[in-house]
Structures are given as C-alpha cells and as structure tokens.
T-cell receptor, first 114, second 116 residues
Framework: KQEVTQIPAALSVPEGENLVLNCSFT??????LQWFRQDPGKGLTSLLL?????REQTSGRLNASLDKSSGRSTLYIAASQPGDSATYLC?????????????FGQGTELSVKP | EPEVTQTPSHQVTQMGQEVILRCVPI?????FYWYRQILGQKVEFLVS????????KSEIFDDQFSVERPDGSNFTLKIRSTKLEDSAMYFC??????????????FGPGTRLTVT
C-alpha cells in the first residue's frame, strides 16, 4: 500500500529564507506527483505537476524535484514571503490507478514571519 | 482563469438525512473526482468519474455514496443516509486535456459537511 509522508509537519522561517519541503513515498511505481498549497479552511491550489520521467519542474520561486528510485520529492521555495504561509501537500498518482486517484501526504504547515 | 466551483460552501444536516453536494468542473474537462478531508487528517480519494461512469472508487465509497453528472455542467455527490463520521470537507476536482485522468487535477474550494 502506498504511503506518502511529509517532513517536517510544521516549519517556521523568517522572511527571505530559502527552504525545502520533503515528500517521500513507498511505492516507486508512480505516474506523476503533484504539489498543492492549502490555505486554512480553503481548497487546494495546484502548484506543480512533475511527471515520473522528469527530474524537476519550476514555476516562479518554486522548484520541485523528483527522485523516483529513492521515493522522494522536494519542493524548494526561494526567497520566502509571508504570503507563502500555508500548508503544502504532495500527492502521488500510481501507474495502477488509471482512474486518476491521488494519494496525499499529511502536509507541511509553513509559517513565514515578517 | 477557469476554476472549479462548489455549492454550498457549508452544509449542516442531521444524521440519517440525504445530502447532495454540487460541483461545476472546469468546462472543457472530462474527468471528475471527489475527495474528502476529515478535520486534521489527510485528503482522501473517494471516486473518479469519466464518460458517465465511475472509473475508480475507494473503499470509503460504499453504497451510501453515489455520483452523477445530471447535465453538461454539474457533477454531484450524494450521501444517502449521513452518519456522524461523514462530517468532513468534501472537495471536487477535475482534469482534462490530452492527459485526461493522468493530468493535473484542479480542486474546488470545498463544501464543509457537518452531520449532527
């Protein structure tokens, strides 16, 4: 059974710092991995989708990397801002789940202090 | 920018009552999903839907649950007889384009269901 784990559970950093969020998964037979942002009481905003054949994907200050063989992905946030404060979720889609099922981690709650 | 919408934002119901949660997916998407998040827990997959039938469902999605695409724009989740443990945030999502069910999923803002 696929398990997705995110470390740390919570992170507090001063504004301007670069930071890395970690996601690990037990089954490497993934089709792709998606990173989301969730603000308190709100929906999920898709940040990046990285295919299993890709090593990394970038959008603005965000960079996601994927190492399928070791079952890890990282989300790098450059020059963090208070507006980046949210919970960040990673989710994987296995190759067996042709119906598109995403399996989520529990998230990393990020707080960026001014 | 196109987005997934959901109504209502909050639904309170009594145990044993039927509820229908509504979603309007992104207009050119063909793959639709429901997920739920119990307070403090992970987001969990419930069901995926394509071409008017269920593509995949989880063990949570038992006979009390059903999904429907009643017209060209809406996608609904029905819970026939709600239980206290159905209290959660329910998210609708959709995906489309060339990669279909394997493409990027876009989520709605959620419906918070409270069963009393």
């Amino acid at each position: 059974k696929q398990e997705v784990t995110q470390i740390p559970a919570a992170l507090s950093v001063p504004e301007g710092e670069n930071l890395v969020l970690n996601c690990s998964f037990t089954d490497s037979a993934i089709y792709n991995l998606q990173w989301f942002r969730q603000d308190p009481g709100k929906g999920l905003t898709s940040l990046l989708l990285i295919q299993s054949s890709q090593r990394e994907q970038t959008s603005g200050r965000l960079n996601a990397s994927l190492d399928k063989s070791s079952g890890r992905s990282t989300l790098y946030i450059a020059a963090s801002q208070p507006g980046d404060s949210a919970t960040y979720l990673c989710a994987v889609r296995l190759i067996y789940n042709q119906g598109g099922k995403l399996i989520f981690g529990q998230g990393t709650e990020l707080s960026v202090k001014p | 920018e196109p987005e997934v919408t959901q109504t209502p934002s909050h639904q309170v119901t009594q145990m044993g009552q039927e509820v229908i949660l509504r979603c309007v997916p992104i207009s050119n998407h063909l793959y639709f999903y429901w997920y739920r998040q119990i307070l403090g827990q992970k987001v969990e997959f419930l069901v995926s839907f394509y071409n008017n039938e269920i593509s995949e469902k989880s063990e949570i999605f038992d006979d009390q649950f059903s999904v429907e695409r009643p017209d060209g724009s809406n996608f609904t989740l029905k819970i026939r007889s709600t239980k206290l443990e159905d209290s959660a945030m329910y998210f609708c999502a959709s995906s489309g384009g060339g990669t279909g069910a394997l493409g990027e999923q876009y989520f709605g803002p959620g419906t918070r269901l409270t069963v009393t």
